[in-house]
């Protein structure tokens, strides 16, 4: 299945679906490049790029692998141009072997390298598992040191592509569940940059989870509306540079009073859609980092508004909003004035051609925010 | 089910699940066992292509014959002293996992592997690997810890996860990891040693740098996708690695039958991936060492991995957790027909004149005494389960870098925990 996302045959037949799926859809930037602290506008894949260009010319041994990532640049072009600046040996294609992937990145990362293996979709990471689980995961703490895993997972994840079951899951509560494992999410280019960064240069294993629905913009969740662009958007502006966004800190995109929205990747969107379109006052939290998690941001929040509302695109069942629910209540219960809400994607196999009903858009959503502001 | 409407005119269908020939009370045989004259296998170039040695997949590299001479083109022509020296790592081997059986017999640790009839496999590797050539081991190559001067009180401190013990009593007796010694973090899970070893080697050649990789697997666990995995990159990259697998007939209680044995040989997993790939006689250490040898200068050179298949015979039971007289002929070990590798390597040494049964014997005795020295001062250190080794709160330490704010909450919990608890645990 994967093969055919990498020619035109597919891509042009999905972007015509909703008129969005623009991964080669290059904003054009005035700003002059290589400026040093200069910004440019980029959307979500030309910051991973730019992310992975930083890291490549700061520190040696980080290298870049996958499948179709080197000559080819990456189906979703994220490695576009490395290779050809970089070098085969630091930027190269693999075996279709997600656990020969993962296991490889195990053993470059013993050898002293800094391994970020790309998956191509997360919906392909689960025969990469036991590496990760048992041996990336759990290097260090075996071997009380002598040995780590400083990998950086990168993966396209979650829906709104037409992508059907194969291309479209959100699995992050699985690795959240495992100790030993960072998960990131961005929200914007500006972020995935940043975290990018930082979790390259985290010297534990990571997993990067990037929302592709929001690779070329902002998606708000009304998938019958034209789509926009990050052109527009603040978190479009990316420096050029070297910069890092630490993991474990959120990020309040709107400050407000009524309740707390806790969400990450295209929800954050979504989320701001929908207290717009409602007239609410609400808080929202892109958690950013799912391990370590920002409690401090989280449990200010709450306590300030008196509600909270947790919104994510995966299954319900043992959901990471079944943890954030769990720590909310035991830390912020007297200040709750409504039960937690959480809206989430429902626990079946993510659909193709019913994609926006299971999607957890604008109406469901509302519908929860209707819920929890009730007296 | 059947099905409802079978076609009459064609004869049923019958699955085939494999059997050893062998169980419990039966009277064992193993003159079906192939086993080629020694010095017949050809030995190629170590740059010829792979595909132009198919045949030695499924012959047998041997150098040791039944008159204890060392014959044919694989004969490494060691001196006496690098002989002696393998022949008295395996012996070490075998006298310290004697000690650690009975430790554990003793109920002074949870788990034990042995490796009897297994020494040459890993000894002899050793001697021809350079020793910082970086070894990806499963659970059962103490020889090549042994072999590089691993303190065996370090290995017994780690076994009795004591105070000593630089693991900090994380890991499961006998999952050493030895960075000083090039030597892997063992997991218990089966072949994943194998692709890390890949990407070990991988990177050490885009480096520029001269060390190798090593791996070693069971002949049950090349079932696993890992191995496959492996094989697919090592071919693609050329990788300068070494894949071992022992095939010492049984994993567990399934003998190799279960990972395909009726049908080929293991080192004929190479051919279809394009890699070298050797057969050896296990319990012949000059034949491991000389099969070592060659893959070792094939990865050094630039020509890509090797697979060894090692012939051999696991003489005891897959670990201190299982019996195998419950599942296999007690006549087997005594019968397999490759003997007892320490035996041989002394015969052939006592042939040309290097040794003697005195001398062997007086070494035996030296060997014992130094384990048993060594147990003495580990068990200073303290023994699982009598009193806590390290202190309570090392439990957090080292799942990330930097503890993050749920782990320091959990571990003051623990804390708390037993201080409620009244049992203090960390001044016992």
Known sequence: MRREWDGEEMGPRFRGDDGVWLVNDVIETETEIGAEGATTRMNMIQAINSALDVMMMRDPDVVVMGEDVGYFGGVFRATAGLQAKHGKTRVFDTPITECGIVGVAVGMGAYGLRPVPEIQFADYIYPALDQLVSEAARLRYRSAGEFIAPMTIRSPYGGGIFGGQTHSQSPEGIFTHVSGVKTVIPATPYDAKGLLIAAIEDNDPTIFFEPKRIYNGPFNGHWDRPAENWSKHPGGEVPEGYYRIPLGKANVVRAGEALTILCYGTMVHVCQKVAEEAGVDAEIVDLRTLVPLDIDTIEESVRKTGRCMIVHEATRTSGFGAELSALVQERCFYHLEAPIERVTGFDTPYPHSLEWAYFPGPVRIGQALKKIMKD | ?428
């Open chain 2, 1 to 428: 089910m059947a099905s409802e409407s079978p076609r009459a005119n064609l004869n049923p269908l019958s699955l085939h699940v494999p059997e050893p020939k062998f169980r419990p009370g039966d009277a064992v045989d193993f003159t079906s066992v192939d086993i080629p004259a020694a010095g017949t296998a050809r030995r190629p170039d170590t740059a010829d292509d792979a595909k132009d040695f198919i045949d030695l997949a499924y012959s047998m590299v041997r150098v040791l014959d039944e008159d204890d001479r060392a014959v044919g083109p694989w004969n490494p022509k060691l001196t006496p002293d690098t002989m002696r020296r393998m022949l008295r790592n395996m012996a070490l081997v075998r006298a310290f996992d004697e000690r650690m059986f009975r430790a554990q017999r003793q109920g002074k640790t949870s788990f034990y592997m042995k490796s009897l009839g297994e020494e040459a496999v890993s000894v002899a590797a050793a001697a021809a690997l350079a020793a910082d050539d970086m070894a990806f081991p499963s659970y059962r190559q103490q020889g090549v810890l042994i072999s590089r001067g691993c303190p065996l009180e370090d290995m017994m401190n780690q076994i009795y996860s004591n105070s000593g013990d630089k693991l900090q009593g994380k890991q499961l007796p006998i999952m050493y990891s030895e960075k000083r010694f090039s030597f892997f973090s063992i997991s218990g899970n089966l072949t994943t040693q194998y692709p890390q070893a890949v990407g070990w080697a991988m990177a050490s050649a885009s480096r520029g740098d001269t060390r190798i990789a090593a791996t070693w697997c069971g002949e049950g666990s090349t079932a696993e996708g890992d191995f496959h995995s492996a094989l697919t990159f090592a071919t693609v990259y050329r990788a300068p690695v070494i894949f071992n697998v022992v095939n010492n007939q049984w994993a567990i209680s399934s003998f190799s039958g279960f990972a395909g044995a009726e049908a080929t040989t293991f080192a004929a997993r190479a051919v279809g991936y394009g890699v070298a790939g050797l057969r050896v006689d296990g319990n012949d250490a000059l034949a491991v060492y000389a099969a070592t040898e060659w893959a070792a200068e094939r990865a050094r050179t630039n020509q890509g991995p090797t697979l060894i298949e090692h012939f051999t015979y696991r003489a005891e039971g897959h670990s201190t957790s299982d019996d195998p007289s419950q599942y296999r002929s007690a006549g087997e070990p005594t019968a397999w027909p490759l003997g007892d590798p320490i035996m041989r390597l002394k015969n052939h040494l006592i042939a040309i004149g290097e040794w003697d049964e005195e001398r062997h014997a007086a070494q035996d005795l030296e060997l014992a005494e130094m384990v048993k020295t060594a147990q003495k001062n580990a068990e200073k250190n303290g023994i699982l389960g009598h009193g806590l080794h390290q202190p309570l709160d090392t439990l957090f330490d080292g799942v990330f870098e930097e503890m993050p704010w749920h782990l320091r909450e959990q571990r003051q919990m623990m804390l708390d925990e037993e201080e409620a608890s009244g049992r203090p645990w960390a001044r016992k």
